[in-house]
């Protein structure tokens, strides 16, 4: 049973004979309803600077004809918007006939439960653990000057309603704690920043007073960034750390292998299936389906079942990330990778969990091996040029490695390099794999969705750091 | 058809009526309608056409000095109601800030509305559609384009109501319309993106769709075979396109948001010169027609011109209520940051700039988001085209530029070409002695 249509005048058979009767002659599309609340609550500057709570109700319905999509979305779930949408979605494919593709992977997967984080913990019991929080970061050191702290929650229950009737379902939780410290010594100010989260409920992150390490964390980050030199610029060799630091993963070859850039041939990737595009062992896989993890989904949001994907095996390019139609039109099948922000945006192929496996050499290995070159270990975000390949992220925390050892820390710097060259750069892959802490939301086209990365330690021969000492 | 303004007042004035029965001392509502409408093409064909009608209420509910927000795009009366009451319960919980209330009477907006900011013009489906393709077109007429990522036409139309319990309640009727084209150049192996696109609250004001095809054309191929060069420290011209940003930094610095809790370079800088004695800085709310114009903030707090920095000193924040009395201020009306934003023209026409030193680089694209703006660290993966005696030569790509905010704006050199394009405008920018990070 659908539970969206309660307190409207229109139930769920009416609407299932609007869907069919709009999409019989297309290739493809569904009625996406989605019922979500969030709080934000936010600690700045010793107070609690706001505590919102936002309740979003709407559906979008979609038709596909080849590679043309329609797409109407509202608020108002009733009779006559969804006619009107209706109207809309037909007369924008007034001449098309297609044959509407109903195959869609039944699944009884689950990853994560139905808990509603929000009601789950009191208001209360949020505020209170906020101030405990911001007298701990405080209480650290004296050089702690600024400390902001905040909660976000979120449960999204979705439901698909796709024409003949099938109705698929998901309920989404989803949490994430943040906390940012400011230290001031000497004149100077640095920020460290560090954040846990999940598909689960507050107080699944915050037994053993979990909440101090992330503390300890951000201000750790903080003060190592207090002693920092001016970064080199230029090419060299740079060890990444574990987790967090994949970033690179997501942004070098990630968005690359989505594969809406791929039909369209505008990634750099495009005419690379089966060709070698990184070093012997290197395997990367986006897998939605990791416990409790932030970017891991039962089901996609066009219904599709996720799985764990493998895009590169051993070095050579295997597969793209495929909604239904970008596999449709590629003569594929989706991967569970079909997105979207919310009822309001169009699906899009999307990275969930994207990983790069374990392989055999110590980080210690890594740094010995190097003779000049950097250490990066906390990154803040990323970017790419999917044409060009070319790609960055931002390091928060990093040290120079000289004749094999790890010096002072440096300055956060921008690294860039070349998707399609840098995995083939890879010299070295570690045996410590470890996934993010949580806190991950990848931006394409103005739609932002929750993401995993994970990564063991990296030696990479060269990326260029753009330092300010040259 | 967006909602007419007894519609959105009728819904804002239930919520404050109905705060105020539960108990609050004070309240605040907007309510916001927008209808946008975006048409997709790709090698000239629909991609995609979309349509959306949203509609959404923000309240804020305070009991004495405490304060919860909530929204919702659920309007019902019934469900009204009951986010009222849940925000209502929330502000109980919420601990007290002094600091908390609404803003000012005397400083609401008051004026007459004439600034013109909707245009009535309806662009159907048939005109977005022929608009891009003929920027599409364009664009494929130059032969080393060889494929798009898309363009799109959109028309947003959008009105809204500002209501709080101190008797302030108005709103107005914007409108924004947007082509953009992003077309891919190949040649030899490479293989470049670039876009170009136009914004503005008129249709008529509106860039011409070959004038759009064709830039972002010249702009992909002017990137095809770049180069990487060796690491070194260059004077940098900064492209109209990213010159902007330097100023979006700067005032995100000396927001009082950020002035208040001291994460920012630009703390106690007040009166102080942060910039060379040539720069002078205007933020102004009521050009006509204009993309950043509006006659009050967030807040309902009125909009005055703001000369930011005169001579290269800083002579005012951006200051919204709440943070305006954390540093004994009042607001001058940025609850919502800064309006219409431009450098003043420079002295020096464009050509004289990248004439002044034999060997520069050209930047018209960065990417990655390596500003800090506690330290003022700037770090940016860029690409763009050497200049050699004048000329812009061939293009350079995956390298990474870098300094420091506090010199970069000591630094600055500026074209006398501003155009007030966007909400942020900047002319042509040299900026000496930065670190180019490359082979």
């Given amino acids: ?399 120079e490695i000289i004749n094999g050892k790890i010096g002072s820390p440096i300055k956060g710097a921008t690294l860039i390099g070349d998707g399609p060259s840098s995995l083939k750069e890879v010299l070295m892959v570690g045996n410590d794999m470890m996934m993010d802490p949580g806190i991950g939301t990848c931006g394409k086209a103005g739609q932002g969705v929750p993401v995993g990365v994970g990564q063991p330690s990296l030696l990479i021969n060269k990326m260029t750091v753009g330092g300010t000492k040259i | 058809m967006i909602k007419n303004e007894d519609y959105l007042n009728k819904v804002a004035e239930r919520c404050l009526s109905k705060a105020k029965k539960l108990g609050a001392t004070d309240a605040s509502a907007i309510v916001v309608n927008s209808v946008s409408e975006n048409i997709n093409i790709r090698n000239k064909k629909i991609d995609g056409s979309e349509r959306s009608e949203s509609l959404g209420i923000n309240l804020t509910t305070y009991i004495n000095k405490k304060k919860s927000s909530i929204s919702s795009s659920n309007l019902n009366e019934k469900s009204i109601d009951s986010l009222v009451e849940r925000c209502f319960e929330a502000t109980k919980v919420t601990p007290e800030d002094e600091l908390n209330s609404l803003p000012d009477k005397e400083l609401h907006f008051q004026g007459q509305k004439k600034l013109n900011l909707f245009d009535e013009t309806e662009i159907n489906n048939e005109k977005k559609i022929n608009f891009i393709r003929e920027a599409e077109d364009e664009a494929f007429s130059n032969p080393q384009i060889v494929n798009t990522n898309g363009s799109a036409f959109s028309q947003v139309k959008s009105n809204f109501i500002l209501s709080n319990s101190n008797g302030f309640s108005d709103g107005y009727k914007t409108s924004q319309f947007t082509a953009y084209c992003e077309v891919v150049s190949k040649n030899n192996g490479s293989m470049e993106r670039d876009y170009e696109y136009t914004s503005k609250r008129f249709y008529n004001d509106l860039l011409s769709p070959k004038k759009i095809g064709n830039r972002a054309a010249e702009l992909a191929v002017n990137k095809l075979n770049p180069r990487k060069i060796k690491s070194e420290k260059m004077n940098i011209v900064f492209d109209k396109r990213i010159s902007k940003n330097f100023l979006s930094y700067f005032s995100n610095a000396i927001h009082s948001s950020a002035i208040a809790k001291g994460t920012t370079f630009l703390k106690d800088k007040i009166e102080k010169k942060i910039f060379n004695e040539k720069i002078n800085i205007t933020d102004k709310g009521d050009i006509e027609k204009a993309n950043g114009s509006k006659y009050f903030d967030n807040e309902g707090v009125e909009v005055k011109e703001l000369t930011l920095v005169k001579d290269g000193i800083l002579k005012n924040y951006l200051i919204d209520t709440y943070n305006g009395k954390k540093i004994n201020k009042k607001s001058n009306g940025r609850s919502g940051g800064s309006t219409n934003l431009y450098f003043e023209n420079g002295d020096i026409n464009y050509e004289d700039l990248i004439k002044s030193d034999e060997k520069m680089l050209y930047i018209n694209e960065t990417i990655g988001h390596g500003t800090n703006l506690i330290t003022g660290d700037y770090s940016v993966g860029a690409s763009g085209r050497m200049i050699e005696n004048g000329e812009l030569l061939y293009p350079v790509s995956e390298i990474t530029i870098a300094g420091n905010l506090n010199s970069i704006f000591q630094n600055i050199v500026l074209a006398n070409d501003l155009e007030l394009n966007y909400s942020t405008n900047s002319p042509t920018m040299l900026v000496t002695g930065m670190t180019v990070g490359g082979r």
């Fill in chain 1, 1 to 399: 049973m659908s539970n969206f249509f309660q307190n409207s005048d229109i139930d769920v058979n009416k609407a299932e004979k609007i869907v069919s009767d709009t999409l019989n002659k297309c290739d493809d599309g569904e009625l996406y309803l989605e019922d979500s609340k969030s709080e934000s609550i936010l600690l700045d500057d010793n107070k609690i600077k706001s505590s919102n709570y936002t309740t979003d109700l709407g559906y979008g319905f979609r038709a596909i004809t080849g590679d043309v999509v329609a797409y109407s979305h509202s608020n108002e779930i009733s009779n006559k918007s969804l006619k009107s949408s209706s109207e809309n979605l037909k007369s924008s494919h007034k001449s098309n006939i297609g044959s509407y593709n109903s195959d869609i992977k039944k699944t009884n997967q689950k990853f994560y439960s139905d808990v509603d984080p929000i009601e789950t913990k009191s208001l209360s019991s949020k505020i209170e653990l906020l101030n405990k929080i911001n007298e701990y970061a405080r209480s650290k050191d004296r050089s702690v000057k600024q400390v902001t702290a905040s909660f976000l929650g979120e449960k999204k229950d979705i439901e698909i309603l796709r024409s003949g009737g099938e109705l698929l379902k998901d309920t989404r939780p989803l949490v994430r704690i943040n906390v940012s410290v400011m230290v001031e010594k000497k004149g100077r100010k640095e920020t460290g920043v560090y954040g846990i989260g999940g598909r689960q409920s507050y107080d699944d992150y915050l037994v053993n007073d979990n909440w101090k390490k992330v503390c300890d964390e951000a201000f750790r980050i903080a003060s190592t960034n207090l002693e920092s030199k001016p970064s080199p610029a230029g090419e060299m060799q740079v060890v990444l750390g574990p987790g967090w630091p994949a970033i690179l993963i997501h942004e070098a070859v990630g968005h690359g292998l989505e594969g809406d850039f791929n039909r369209k041939k505008t990634s750099a990737f495009h005419d690379l299936v089966g060709k070698k595009v990184a070093s012997d062992g290197v395997t990367i896989i986006d897998d939605g389906t990791i416990e409790n993890r932030r970017g891991s989904l039962n089901i996609d949001d066009e219904g599709t079942p996720t799985e764990k994907t493998v895009l590169i095996e051993n070095g050579i390019l295997k597969n793209f990330m495929q909604d239904r139609m970008n596999a449709r039109l590629m003569n594929t099948k989706s991967t569970g990778n079909g997105r979207r922000e919310s009822y309001k945006h169009i699906v899009m192929p999307r990275m969930r969990n994207t990983i790069m496996l374990g392989g055999n050499n110590t980080q210690e290995e890594m740094i010995k091996s190097v003779n000049k070159g950097i250490f990066a270990v906390s990154f803040g975000g990323g970017q790419v040029d999917i044409t060009s390949g070319k790609f960055v992220f931002n390091c928060t925390e990093a040290y």
